[in-house]
């Protein structure tokens, strides 16, 4: 494939780090975003005789910084070639009556408000240049609701139809949408869900052999390298250890 510019939301960690790692091993110019700069240098470093890597600490969250940020891109990252929006979370697990309005918030932020900034700031310039493609982080989670989903199934299913809304809206240019509907994986995702609590992370993913980070980079990459006439609108991912659970039914004692 063609040299790339690709601009990767949350590359600081999980599936965002691994995606860094494929496309800047295959020498495409990278821009990484994320909170923990730390990560992106730590990327940088590895794989700047390799690639191009402009990176930066951003809050997806903030509309401002987004701006702000792409208003001061250095004259060769400007094109951007694909857009990934992978940052994202989800907080808790407790039912609906239990959980927290903080966190409900903070998921709607980042998988919802963070993904559309993103799209809306950079989506002209991509029609101007009728080329580009949008990869959109979903998830099993907006197809298949589960107990303490709630909020979090709700911002997937939001991007999973907002994906394919921008498909009926980019009729007639050469743009591509895809949504990535991954399942079971081991990232910092659980870490991140349970607050901090490890071993509640690693009891999840015991006996299951889980989908890793570099798994989705091997997908999306190869997603990016078909021929610009075709189109992956959503790609649906789990583990062979991880199938569906039948409709749940409750009786009466
Ligand atoms: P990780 O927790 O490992 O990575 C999440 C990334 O998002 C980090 O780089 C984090 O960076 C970034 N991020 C979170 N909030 C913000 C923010 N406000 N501003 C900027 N960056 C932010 O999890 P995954 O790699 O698993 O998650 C990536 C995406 O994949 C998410 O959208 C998640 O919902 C989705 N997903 C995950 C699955 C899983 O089971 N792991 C399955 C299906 C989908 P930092 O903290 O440094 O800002
Ligand atoms: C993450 C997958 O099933 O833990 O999006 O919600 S799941």
């Not at 999980?14 to 800047?24: L, S």
């Not at 792409?70 to 992978?86: A, G, H, R, Y």
Request: hydrophobic share 40%; aromatic share 10%; with cysteine.
């Amino acid at each position: 494939m063609d040299r790339k510019t690709v601009l990767i939301t949350g590359a600081s960690s999980g599936f965002g780090y691994a995606m860094a790692e494929k496309f800047a091993s295959e020498g495409h110019n990278l821009i990484l975003l994320a909170r923990r700069l730390h990560k992106l240098k730590e990327l940088h470093d590895k794989y700047k005789g390799k690639a191009k890597i402009f990176y930066t600490q951003l809050d997806v969250r903030n509309l401002n910084s987004i701006e702000n940020f792409k208003s001061e891109l250095p004259d060769k990252f400007e094109e951007i070639d694909v857009l990934v929006n992978n940052a994202g979370l989800a907080l808790g697990i407790e039912k609906a009556h239990e959980a927290s309005i903080d966190d409900w918030l903070a998921m709607i932020d980042t998988n919802v408000k963070g993904l559309i900034y993103f799209t809306r700031l950079f989506l002209p310039d991509m029609v101007k240049r009728n080329r580009g493609h949008i990869i959109n982080m979903g998830s099993i989670a907006g197809t298949y609701p589960y107990p303490g989903g709630n909020v979090y199934c709700a911002t997937k299913a939001f991007v999973k139809q907002f994906s394919l809304a921008l498909r009926a809206d980019l009729l007639g240019t050469n743009i591509r949408v895809t949504n990535v509907e991954p399942g079971h994986s081991e990232t910092e995702f659980s870490v991140v869900r349970f607050h901090g609590d490890a071993t509640k992370a690693e009891n999840l993913y015991k006996g299951t052999k889980p989908l890793s980070g570099s798994d989705i980079a091997e997908i999306v990459y190869f997603i990016t390298s078909l021929p610009e006439y075709i189109n992956i609108n959503r790609i649906e991912i789990m583990p062979v250890c991880q199938a569906f659970s039948p409709l749940a039914l409750h009786r009466k004692e």
